[in-house]
């Protein structure tokens, strides 16, 4: 099967069960939703919902948490992952949105990367997620299963498989693609114990069908 062959197949078979593909973080507008993709880092998206309806009421936009000290933040996100630095990235991402920006969340990936606690893939899901552009945003799990199923091969970091799957996937179904990836591996192909029989792609997927000819 050819690479060309296995992106049109995984494509097909995500369409078919997957039709509707969204992040699972829970937000209102731009602002919260930068918010809570910067909590999410290293964390689970369940935890960051857990923490982020009380944080959204006492500071439901930017202007609000740049007039908060560190530590009132801090209060409200200490069961998540790293919370000290995370509560010090929003509150200066917050004073730098309101002060630089008007309190609008930005659509350009520089202005977004220029803000505290906002990386490469953070700044690529703001920009597929708020306003549908066709970037695509590489965590753990994208990482892992595009190069299990076949779609990237010896990929070596996040840039790269962003690239890999960039160049082949029709850039209107990216953001779309950018959730089946991580919905798939969070839930069907995860890390330790693929769940190779409940997959819609195993007949296609590289891995699966190298363990079958190895089994022989």
């Known amino acids: 099967m050819t690479t060309a062959q296995r992106y049109k197949e995984v494509i097909a078979r995500f369409e ?6 969204e992040t699972e973080l829970h937000f209102e507008s731009p602002f919260q939703l930068l918010v809570a993709v910067i909590l999410s880092a290293q964390c689970t ?9 009380a944080l959204f009421e006492a500071y439901p936009t930017a ?15 200490k069961s998540v992952t790293y919370p000290n630095s995370k509560a010090a990235h929003l509150v200066e991402m917050a004073r730098i949105v309101t002060e630089r920006f008007g309190g609008e969340i930005p659509d350009d990936f520089d202005h977004l990367i220029s803000l505290p606690g906002v990386g490469r893939k953070t700044a690529n899901v703001i920009l597929a997620v708020n306003f549908g552009k066709p970037r695509m945003a590489v ?15 010896n990929s070596r ?4 498989t962003e690239r890999a799957l960039c160049r082949h996937i029709p850039e209107e179904i990216i953001p779309k693609a ?13 890390a330790q114990r693929p769940q190779c029989g409940k997959c819609c ?8 069908l190298k363990s079958l000819k190895s089994a022989k």
């Open 178 to 190: 950018h959730h089946w990836l991580i919905l798939h591996g969070r839930y069907v192909c995860k």
């Open 45 to 53: 998206d369940r935890r960051v919902n857990i923490v982020t309806p």
């Open 201 to 208: 792609v195993a007949d296609v997927c590289r891995h699966n």
């Open 63 to 77: 202007e609000k948490m740049a007039a908060a000290s560190v530590e009132d933040v801090l209060q409200y996100v």
């Open 157 to 160: 970091t996040p840039l790269a």
């Open 16 to 21: 078919t069960a997957m039709p509707v593909a």
């Open 139 to 153: 965590d753990t799990h994208v990482f892992r299963v595009s190069e299990r199923i076949g779609l990237t091969t």
